[in-house]
């Protein structure tokens, strides 16, 4: 009997609140890093209506004009029609950001301090962190999550080119794909909700949508007589963006790791500099478990790890391949320990995360991507992990 069911992910576009405060903030972050690659940063965006809210700890020797920075990002993401409530060149931005706890600093800091039991790099926090990889698409991520942030990825690269005019920055995606013994086998659901200026027609909206968008970019193989399209479902999306809800920095963890099939440590990423481990270490975990599935030693990998504040070392590192390892999964978490080093400090070298590279990552998640910079993706670990486990 064959064991079937359905799994769905969502992706959102740039022009999503919450987005549009995630590219904020990592706008932010490289701006700092960019002129000190030893800057602490910590910072949350706030958007609503024609406010921009920005808070958090700094600790920098970077100088730039952070109105500017913030400016800027909201040009690149595309609100700058003259009808928008939230536009680059007219927001309110209200700063409300301070230095580092110093105390904070002291256990992430490579020296000893009174009361720090040692003089190693410490984590930022404490926190788990998950890293996942499978084999179903090219880019070793789960089917559901890659086709969503595809959908995003078109529509964004239609809009910017100007050739669709009453597109808008605003967009969500989500697919559905059906699973029979573990493969993924069709797209049962397909759904775009894109902004759009008032002139257009729902019906041109949506054959825009499944012939242009869907169709181009997701595995005709998979598209059946049976999938269902469903294009802006409330029939009208005109107001969007902050005007239309408010947004806040880190409230897309799912659609920026796994998209659900994944689990998550619940840390954010965007506006974290790598010394929090929220974002590194579920970068370290990202860069493991491909390596380990690029190996062949697994169809799917999920690693997990732990971290207390200050200190050098993970508490735990755990690794489940869910029953498809072609070795246990203690052979494979000797070998993962024997090849990567988990400390905070390590991770920061090993992926080489001291670097303005933050902005890229942003938008349609943070994994699976295709860029020299996004170093966690990188397979060049598969061939030592095969060798650590004969």
């Known amino acids: 009997m064959s064991d079937k069911y359905i799994f769905s992910s969502e992706s959102v576009g740039e022009g999503h609140p919450d987005k549009v405060c995630d590219t904020i903030s990592d706008a932010i972050l490289d701006a700092c890093l960019t002129?000190?690659?030893?800057?602490?940063?910590?910072?949350?965006?706030?958007?609503?209506?024609?406010?921009?809210?920005?808070?958090?700890?700094?600790?920098?020797?970077?100088?730039?004009?952070?109105?500017?920075?913030i400016r800027a990002a909201i040009r690149g993401i595309g609100y700058v029609n003259n009808d928008d409530v939230f536009h680059a060149d007219k927001v309110f931005i209200n700063n409300y950001l301070t230095r580092?706890?110093?105390?904070?600093?002291?256990?992430?800091?490579?020296?000893?301090?009174?009361?720090?039991?040692?003089?190693?790099?410490?984590?930022?926090?404490q926190g788990i962190m998950f890293g996942y990889a499978s084999n179903?698409?090219?880019?070793?991520?789960?089917?559901?999550?890659?086709?969503?942030?595809?959908?995003?990825?078109?529509?964004?690269?239609?809009?910017?080119?100007?050739?669709?005019?009453?597109?808008?920055?605003?967009?969500?995606?989500?697919?559905s794909v059906e699973y029979?013994?573990?493969?993924?086998?069709?797209?049962?659901?397909?759904?775009?909700?894109?902004?759009?200026?008032a002139d257009v027609d729902h019906a041109e909206i949506e054959k825009?949508?499944?012939e242009k968008i869907i169709k181009a970019v997701l595995p005709k193989s998979m598209l059946t007589k049976d999938t269902e399209y469903l294009i802006n479902p409330t029939g009208r999306f005109v107001v969007g963006g902050p005007e239309g809800d408010s947004g806040l920095t880190g409230r897309k963890i799912i659609v920026d790791t796994y998209g659900g099939m994944g689990r998550h440590g619940g840390g954010a990423f965007s506006g974290k500099d790598p010394s929090k481990v929220d974002r590194s270490a579920a970068y370290m975990g990202r860069w493991v478990a491909k390596n380990v599935v690029a190996a062949g030693l697994a169809a799917k990998c999920e690693v997990q790890f732990a971290y207390a504040i200050g200190h050098p070392k993970p508490v735990s590192v755990h690794i489940d391949t869910f029953g498809t390892g072609s070795v246990s999964d203690?052979?494979?978490?000797?070998?993962?320990?024997?090849?990567?080093?988990?400390?905070?400090?390590?991770?920061?070298?090993?992926?080489?995360?001291?670097?303005p590279i933050y902005s890229k990552t942003t938008n349609y998640g943070h994994f699976g991507k295709d860029d020299k910079d996004i170093t966690w993706e990188s397979t060049d670990k598969a061939a030592a992990l095969k060798k650590a486990v004969k």
């Open 136 to 175: 179903e698409t090219p880019e070793l991520m789960p089917a559901p999550i890659m086709f969503a942030h595809r959908l995003g990825r078109k529509l964004t690269e239609v809009r910017k080119s100007g050739k669709v005019p009453w597109l808008r920055p605003d967009a969500k995606s989500q697919v």
């Open 100 to 125: 580092q706890s110093a105390d904070i600093a002291q256990g992430v800091d490579a020296k000893k301090a009174k009361g720090k039991k040692h003089a190693e790099q410490g984590a930022g926090d």
């Open 180 to 197: 029979v013994n573990g493969k993924p086998t069709r797209i049962t659901n397909a759904v775009i909700s894109t902004q759009h200026t």
């Open 208 to 210: 825009f949508c499944i």
């Open 330 to 355: 203690a052979d494979i978490l000797k070998a993962v320990l024997k090849v990567f080093s988990f400390k905070p400090a390590d991770i920061v070298g090993q992926l080489n995360l001291l670097r």
């Open 35 to 69: 002129g000190d690659k030893h800057s602490r940063v910590a910072c949350e965006t706030f958007v609503k209506s024609n406010i921009v809210v920005v808070g958090g700890e700094i600790t920098t020797n970077s100088k730039f004009d952070y109105n500017n920075v």
